[in-house]
């Protein structure tokens, strides 16, 4: 799988938006772009994925560049509930399952 | 349904002893999938099933690391003579599978075993 960079962590205020970048240089044509969250103590949770459009679901947004080296995941209104660790990761080609990095840990100030 | 289901969520043993882990995928999901997470790090693959069948083992899963799916359900993982190495978490996943969209697909994460190893 190709490799994503995220910052280790990112700090935001509660009620107010959260973007959360995901640089992907050598993103293929045919990879998907996932977002998983892991809260603490508990397994990782799937949040959206998308290919070449912008996705929304009731969890988040995905923003994905034109040239697709790049995406945010968006949270509209960040809860406390929110504060965890963030996973972008590429899936496309070879073998199955998901290869995480480290993510990025965000942080939510009351 | 109740999601992924994983026991027993906490294991302390001591060095040298076997332990094996159960997971329970939703009912309807054809792929099984299991992970090592270690403190501060993203989990990691160790392999998956396709119905009964090991489709994959990562290079992580040494000859002491076992797993099974007998019946395409339920699936084992056992590590024997454990060392303190082992000490993690174990999480398992599962997904439905449609070939026209391999890498769209979900996966859905139990709450994962840890294990101490002393």
């Known amino acids: 799988d190709a490799k994503t960079t995220q910052p280790n962590s990112m700090e935001s205020n509660e009620e107010e938006p959260v973007h959360l970048p995901c640089n992907h240089s050598?993103?293929?044509?045919?990879?998907?772009i996932h977002w998983y969250r892991q809260l603490p103590s508990q397994g990782p949770e799937y949040v959206i994925h998308?290919?070449?459009s912008n996705v929304n679901n009731r969890m988040a947004s995905l923003a994905i560049a034109e040239d697709r080296k790049s995406s945010t995941l968006i949270l509209h209104r960040a809860t406390l509930r929110d504060a965890a660790v963030y996973y972008c990761?590429?899936?496309?080609?070879?073998?199955?399952?998901?290869?995480f990095g480290k993510g990025t840990h965000l942080i939510i100030q009351p | 349904d109740t999601g992924v289901s994983q026991d027993p969520r906490h294991k302390i043993t001591k060095r040298g002893q076997n332990v094996t882990f159960r997971c329970d995928p939703i009912?309807?999901?054809?792929?099984l999938y299991w992970y090592r997470q270690t403190l501060g790090q993203g989990p990691e693959f160790l392999t998956y099933?396709?119905?009964?069948?090991?489709?994959?083992k990562s290079r992580l899963l040494s000859d002491r690391f076992s797993a099974e799916r007998p019946k395409g359900s339920f699936s084992t993982l056992e590590i024997q003579r454990t060392e303190q190495g082992d000490s993690a978490m174990y999480l398992c996943?599962?997904?439905?599978?449609?070939?026209?969209?391999?890498?769209?697909?979900?996966?859905?994460f139990g709450a994962g075993s840890r294990l101490t190893v002393l």
């Open positions: 990761i590429l899936r496309g080609g070879g073998a199955d399952g998901l290869t």
């Open positions: 998308g290919l070449t």
């Open positions: 996943a599962s997904s439905f599978i449609r070939d026209t969209e391999l890498w769209a697909n979900v996966l859905t």
């Open positions: 050598t993103i293929s044509g045919t990879d998907y």
């Open positions: 009912s309807e999901h054809n792929r």
């Open positions: 099933f396709q119905n009964e069948a090991q489709l994959e």
